[in-house]
Nanobody, 120 residues
Framework: QVQLVEFGGGLVQTGGSLGLSCAAS????????MGWYRQSPGKQRELVAT???????KYADSVKGRFSISRDNAKGTVNLQMNSLKPEDTAVYYC??????????????WGQGTQVTVSS
């Protein structure tokens, strides 16, 4: 059974840094795109950053130049390094991965979410 487990998050002051990690486990054949999304109270979930298996990245305009996404294909992990954090980055951050597993063609999986709070 495929699972995504997130690590990291917490409370940080404006201008600080945090790192998030996510590990995929279970019966996995292949992992396509992996990424991070976030959701603030009263808002829709939004894309933060994605990375393809070959390493191509995409970022939301609001985090370009401050956040960096990376992955380890061998370990099935994806990381998000967040620098120069702002109060508006406060949200629950969710890991996402497009995964092929035994008997199941590629589908999206989500982590349980981890809270990031940036104090002003």
């Amino acid at each position: 059974q495929v699972q995504l487990v997130e690590f990291g998050g917490g409370l940080v002051q404006t201008g600080g840094s945090l790192g998030l990690s996510c590990a995929a486990s279970g019966g996995i054949f292949n992992i396509n795109t992996m990424g991070w999304y976030r959701q603030s109270p009263g808002k829709q979930r939004e894309l933060v950053a994605t990375i393809t298996r070959s390493g191509s990245t995409k970022y939301a305009d609001s985090v370009k130049g401050r956040f960096s996404i990376s992955r380890d294909n061998a370990k099935g992990t994806v990381n998000l390094q967040m620098n120069s954090l702002k109060p508006e980055d406060t949200a629950v951050y969710y890991c996402n991965a497009n995964i092929e597993s035994p008997g199941t063609y590629f589908r999206d999986y989500w982590g349980q979410g981890t809270q990031v709070t940036v104090s002003s």
